[in-house]
């Protein structure tokens, strides 16, 4: 794990304009500077990056953060691996923190697991181009698919033995361990506790990562070996590295390609991208055979909203053109269809066409889905009525996933069009159905919320005085906007004093509070928490290293932190509506902090009014039970619920009232 120390090394070597010139052409506006956001199809430029905070923003599809979280998310790297990136740019050399015992073994698992496949890939390629059989078999093979030198090298490709003890003997000699050659699956143990290799005798086609490493393996037989074979291709199983739901074969090849030309292709199998990327078309990835998963859809989405699925012509490839569609559309994607000519795959037609002749024949031919499906389902059903009501369900049903209105509205109008029928019945047809699906999406929320140990218990009967105790609530989190200003305030300003305590120190001043201490104390007196789960980890991370050193910033140890969640949240409260200039921005930040003593009160104090009244509106709902007229002793203490609670309300509107609660008191006990 990299210490402390280096990563703040790091992040005062990195300047942010230095770090997203090398990705994105950027010009000077006063004094910051803006370019095209690489995160979305940006025709204006929308991309903010300001020197002074060290920060970017773009205001269009909302990516912002430091440098780091730029390489992040530009390059699809975990953040160990963009700190060693910022690193290996300024030549700062890595210190690793000393790691818990449990922490090293977890470590050493995992990339004791990358070693070895890494090998593999490297043993697979050596026996392609120097073995006998490898060339004689696995070149061969290769050579018929029509695949050049370069692109086998690019893709690292390989060739397994025959002999299906070669690769354990040879792993064995290399002096690595069974438990890992079983565990990458690589092998497998026989009941007499030989290894057996799991892919002797096949071509190798190594899976990566979006980052580059090699995490699993598909093996095919080979045709001469195919008679009798129940699958051709035979997968590394999943493992503590490889979770085949959020890969996608061919994205660490094609993603510079994805996001140059803002398109990807889907394909199906590996060689359909190898032919592809041969032809001059490398923005293309595959599911490798498997249907379409919501991680892989959102791994995806990160380098573009684009898709044309490319499949086979004939009625299997029409049929597995709809598949998975209602997930892309539900992500925000804009699909199309792209049907070959019958007979005819992405790899086969990509080896008998040139790279312009295939683009221009996915110009010519891709068509919006939505036109695809309704033309398609239009065919099936003749002039049957209830196939046509049928078909409206079915194409209604996707455009009511679609998330953007103005997309939605605009499909629609087309369909209404096709369908020959009235927009009104389409509308209000897709407004029932994401009514449906709101519905179910808060109830299985409330559910997993309610058994997974974190929802707050409900509030308990209150007398006149007391204190205001935990909250229950539904999702949405009715509150998330309080919480999230109120942790902006902490981000922007946590270590800031904002009043002074009873105590004293040794030279008998008042020991001051800080903004965080002032909030959290605040929360607990009243017995409150912040419902987002994720606000109180980051609370509680900051309060235990708030006092380790004088100039101790909350918002740069959030920015540093090695949790991706911490950092993304601190990049996004962090920056504001628009990167102004440094004059002004000093004005405005001594502006912000002399308002911190009345702006942060009044939030607190807004987020216990919202949590009181939706208290007070749950328990009046109990009164709408008709079974209570029988129950006098529990109607009697729902209605002393509601006076307690009526109580706590006004003593707390009294407070809201107040617009100097604490700028003319303060001390901090004095508030309460």
């Not at 909302?62 to 440098?67: E, I, K, R, Y």
């Not at 990339?111 to 696995?138: H, P, T």
């Not at 017995?527 to 918002?555: K, P, V």
């Amino acid at each position: 794990m990299i210490d402390h120390q280096t990563v703040e090394r790091i992040l005062d070597a990195a300047q942010i304009v230095d770090v997203v010139s090398e990705f994105v052409n950027l010009r000077k506006a006063g004094v910051n500077y803006k370019g095209l956001c690489p995160f979305h199809d940006d025709k204006d430029p929308s991309l903010v990056v300001s020197p002074a905070k060290g920060l970017y923003k773009c205001f269009s599809c909302g990516h912002g953060g430091n440098a780091v979280r730029f390489v992040m998310e530009h390059e699809q790297l975990s953040y160990p691996e963009a700190l060693r990136w910022l690193a290996r740019k300024y030549h700062i050399e890595i210190r690793e923190k000393e790691l818990t015992s449990e922490e090293k073994q977890l470590q050493d698992e995992r990339e004791s697991m990358f070693v070895v496949n890494e090998w593999a890939c490297k043993y697979f390629q050596d026996i392609l181009q120097n073995d006998v059989d490898g060339r004689a078999i696995g070149m061969t093979y290769f050579r018929s698919r029509g695949f050049r030198d370069d692109i086998i090298k690019k893709f690292q490709l390989g060739y397994s033995p025959s002999d299906k003890y070669a690769l354990s003997k040879e792993a064995k000699r290399k002096g690595f361990k069974d438990k890992y050659l079983i565990a990458t699956g690589l092998c497998y143990q026989k009941e007499d506790g030989t290894l057996h290799d799991r892919f002797y005798g096949r071509a190798i086609f190594p899976i990566h990562t979006v980052s580059g490493k090699v995490v699993a393996f598909g093996g095919r037989v080979l045709d001469t070996a195919t008679k009798g074979v129940d699958r051709k291709y035979v997968n590394s199983p999943e493992s503590d590295i490889y979770n085949k739901s959020r890969e996608l074969y061919g994205l660490f090849q094609a993603k510079q390609a994805i996001i140059r030309e803002e398109q990807c292709f889907l394909v199906e199998g590996y060689t359909d991208v190898i032919s592809m990327h041969q032809s001059g078309i490398e923005n293309v990835v595959s599911s490798s055979g498997t249907s379409l998963t919501t991680g892989q859809i959102r791994l995806l989405h990160r380098f573009t909203n684009n898709i044309t699925l490319l499949y086979d012509g004939d009625a299997a490839g029409i049929k597995a053109s709809l598949r998975g569609t209602n997930m892309l559309l539900e992500e925000g994607m804009n699909i199309k269809i792209l049907l070959l000519p019958d007979g005819e795959d992405p790899d086969s037609f990509a080896r008998k066409h040139t790279a312009k002749e295939f683009q221009n024949y996915i110009k010519s031919n891709q068509v919006d889905f939505i036109h695809f499906k309704t033309e398609l389902l239009l065919d099936e059903i003749g002039n049957d009525p209830l196939k046509k009501a049928s078909l409206i369900r079915d194409v209604v049903e996707s455009i009511a996933v679609i998330p953007d209105e103005i997309i939605r509205s605009v499909y629609i109008k087309e369909s209404a069009k096709q369908l020959n029928t009235e927009e009104r019945v389409l509308l209000n047809e897709i407004n029932k159905i994401r009514k449906q699906n709101k519905e179910k999406s808060q109830t299985a929320v409330q559910d997993i919320t309610e058994g997974n140990g974190n929802s707050i218990p409900p509030l308990n009967t209150i007398e006149e005085g007391d204190k205001v105790s935990s909250f229950s609530t539904e999702q949405p989190n009715p509150f998330y906007r309080t919480e999230t200003l109120i942790m902006q305030e902490i981000i922007r300003h946590g270590e800031h004093h904002i009043a002074e305590t009873d105590e004293v120190d040794e030279n008998g001043n008042p020991k001051p509070i800080s903004v965080l201490e002032y909030i959290l104390m605040d929360l607990q007196q009243d017995n409150l928490m912040f419902h987002t789960q994720l606000y109180n980890e980051i609370a509680e991370d900051l309060l235990e290293h708030l006092h380790q050193s004088e100039n101790f910033s909350t918002q740069k140890y959030l920015l540093a932190h090695p949790d991706g969640r911490f950092n993304k949240l601190a990049a996004e409260l962090s920056t504001d509506r628009y990167l102004i200039s440094k004059i002004y921005e000093k004005a405005e930040k001594q502006k912000q902090e002399e308002n911190i003593s009345e702006r942060i009160p009044h939030l607190l104090i807004d987020l216990k009014l919202a949590v009181i009244e939706k208290q007070l509106k749950d328990t009046k709902n109990k009164l709408l039970d008709p079974s209570l007229k029988e129950k006098p002793e529990q109607l009697k203490v729902i209605l002393k619920e509601i006076q307690n609670l009526s109580a706590a309300k006004k003593t707390i509107a009294q407070r809201a009232g107040d617009r100097s609660v604490l700028a003319s008191k303060r001390n901090y006990n004095s508030t309460r």
